[in-house]
């Protein structure tokens, strides 16, 4: 599945812009996620600290959740925005994995640059349903 320039670009300006949603008084480490879903819809999400931190959300597991709940049956792609081109927790990872299957990840900084992997990458010998 190929993606065009626009829409990596839209991905990435999204995930950025969800960068200042978030609510992190306890890291100060805003993160941004934000997925494309089959329908070309972009839906965004951000980390929501607690202080009880094990009832903290990531950003990207907030941008899936979102989808899914909006109806996306099929992630294309999902971007995840920090200062400093953080990636995905070992638990986002597996939720990626088992809601996207092998999508592109777009990791990107403040300022637009990025890196591109991809949730295989991320998380080789993935745990998943047998079939």
């Given amino acids: ?21 978030a609510r992190a008084p306890f890291s100060n480490y805003a993160v941004g996620a934000a997925v494309l879903c089959d329908n070309d819809k972009i839906i965004g999400g951000c980390n929501i600290e607690n202080v009880s931190y094990s009832l903290t959300e990531c950003a ?20 995840v925005a920090t200062k400093n081109l953080g990636s995905p927790c070992g638990a986002c990872r597996q939720v990626i994995w088992e809601l996207c299957g092998d999508i592109p990840i777009y990791l990107v900084d ?3 640059n990025s890196l591109i992997t991809s949730s295989s990458k991320l998380l080789p010998s993935a745990f998943k349903l047998q079939s």
């Fill in 1 to 21: 599945m190929s993606l065009s320039q626009e829409q990596i670009d839209k991905l990435k300006q999204k995930a950025i812009a969800m960068t200042q949603r």
């Fill in 60 to 79: 990207e597991r907030v941008a899936l959740f979102s989808a899914v709940a909006q109806g996306c049956t099929n992630i294309k792609a999902l971007a």
């Fill in 110 to 112: 403040l300022e637009g």
